[in-house]
């Protein structure tokens, strides 16, 4: 499995973006979806996961500004009312595949909020 996610880029703070993730396979193959970020020199923590049952779950600072989506191919992740400190590279997962249990990350998306 590929992923290629795109959609980050530069906005100012109190703006949205809407990063997204394109599968080559299917993404109901997967356990769960997700978004992490990471910034240098720091840990890459989770941002959102949806799982194939459509159950989301959020990172503290996500909740009420993120929401995390998926189709058969694409996992979404709309970003609003963004502040700096949410300025990172963006990671996209398959996590935990159906038969193998492997999982699969993108080459991530920068976001840079300005304030």
């Known amino acids: 499995v590929q992923l290629q996610a795109s959609g980050g880029g530069l906005v100012q703070a109190g703006g949205a973006l809407r990063p997204s993730c394109a599968a080559s396979?299917?993404?109901?193959?997967?356990?769960?979806m997700g978004w992490y970020r990471q910034v240098p020199g720091k840990q890459r923590d989770m941002v959102a996961t949806i799982t194939r049952g459509g159950i989301t779950s959020y990172a503290d600072s996500a909740k009420g500004r993120f929401t995390i989506s998926r189709d058969k191919n694409t996992v979404l992740l709309q970003m609003n009312s963004l502040k700096p400190e949410d300025t990172a590279v963006y990671y996209c997962a398959a996590l935990g595949h159906v038969f193998t249990n492997y999982d699969y990350w993108g080459q991530g998306t920068l976001v840079t909020v300005s304030s």
């Open positions: 396979g299917s993404t109901f193959s997967f356990n769960a």
